[in-house]
């Protein structure tokens, strides 16, 4: 289905580009969102002729947005959560909960603006965006934990090494233990190749 877009879509394209998308995603999403418009004459039409009022009304709300962000940005929010010991957690941290929680912080941001590609599982701190606007992200940062001390303590550490990276580096560590074995396998093997040389 062919559409107008109303506004930046990230991997679609800029205000007034008529792009192509499933006819799904346009039914469900971007048109009663009011995103996009049906591609047609009349549409074009009037779009050309609201263009210079949407494009002040989306210039106004990225101003609104970006000291939103400003406000927002490099904020850490802390969840408590019960973890097992290797620090999965039971259960999961949703858009809904980072929502809330900031909510309690008086920061109001919609579910949708949390840009969580899946569910958090893990302790440790946690990266997450916020997009405000089409053109406008804030970063803020989750700190699971199990308890308030240790998201304490995982903040004064500043980053806490998840299961995966924990994995990696033990991997990084036998891959160097392993190379400097076979360096010194090697060099002891041209020793005794000297050794008979010699004798």
Request: charged share 30%; proline share 3%.
């Amino acid at each position: 289905m062919q559409v107008i877009l109303l506004e930046r879509i990230e991997k679609l394209g800029q205000m007034g580009d008529e792009v192509s998308v499933k006819p799904g995603f346009a039914r469900n999403y971007l048109l009663p969102q009011k995103k996009a418009l049906r591609a047609s004459k009349d549409n074009r039409a009037y779009f050309d002729a609201k263009r210079a009022e949407l494009e002040a009304r989306n210039l106004e709300r990225r101003k609104e947005s970006e000291q939103a962000a400003g406000k927002i940005d490099g904020v850490t929010i802390v969840m408590v959560r019960q973890a097992g010991e290797s620090g999965q957690l039971y259960g999961s941290v949703s858009a809904r909960d980072i929502t809330e929680a900031l909510g309690k912080e008086s920061i109001h941001v919609e579910r949708g603006q949390i840009q969580l590609n899946r569910q958090i599982k893990t302790i440790g701190l946690h990266p997450v965006q916020i997009r405000l606007h089409p053109e406008v992200l804030a970063n803020i940062t989750v700190n699971v934990a199990r308890s308030a001390a240790e998201a304490e303590a995982q903040e004064a550490a500043e980053r806490t090494v998840t299961p995966e990276e924990q994995q990696e580096i033990a991997e990084q560590a036998v891959e160097e233990v392993l190379s400097e074995v076979e360096s010194y396998e090697s060099e002891e093997g041209e020793e005794s190749q000297e050794d008979e040389a010699r004798g």
